[in-house]
Nanobody, 128 residues
Framework: VQLQASGGGSVQAGGSLDLSCNLS????????MGWFRQAPGKEREFVAA????????IYGASVKGRFTISRDNAKNMVYLQMNGLKPEDTALYFC??????????????????????WGQGTQVTVSS
């Protein structure tokens, strides 16, 4: 199983970045996918999650209204569109996958323990 995240980089405050994540080694379209982030010295924080069909999404309070999670099941890809970036968004961003399949998306998926597979992370740096 491999999760490969990409798209990170450096941007000025107010700018935008798009992250991508590919899942291989597991069926993609049947499982919930999520994004988390971790800044130096801080706990890993929930960013967003999306249901297997893509019809339902949930977001962390700090990113709601600025970030959008989406997926393309034909390409085994999950995306995170980030707009209105702030210096406090600076972190290593991880995509994650649930081991279970065909489950409904609930707020429980804001918890790290709901995810069994993790990517290596892609760095996002926002300067003021």
């Amino acid at each position: 199983v491999q999760l490969q995240a990409s798209g990170g980089g450096s941007v000025q405050a107010g700018g935008s970045l798009d992250l991508s994540c590919n899942l291989s080694g597991l069926p993609f379209s049947s499982r919930i996918m999520g994004w988390f982030r971790q800044a130096p010295g801080k706990e890993r924080e929930f960013v967003a999650a999306i249901s297997s069909s893509g019809s339902d999404t949930i977001y962390g309070a700090s990113v709601k209204g600025r970030f959008t999670i989406s997926r393309d099941n034909a390409k085994n890809m999950v995306y995170l569109q980030m707009n209105g970036l702030k210096p406090e968004d600076t972190a290593l961003y991880f995509c994650a996958a649930d081991r279970s399949q065909y489950l409904p998306l609930t707020r429980m998926y804001a918890q790290r323990r709901k995810y069994d597979y993790w990517g290596q992370g892609t760095q996002v740096t926002v300067s003021s």
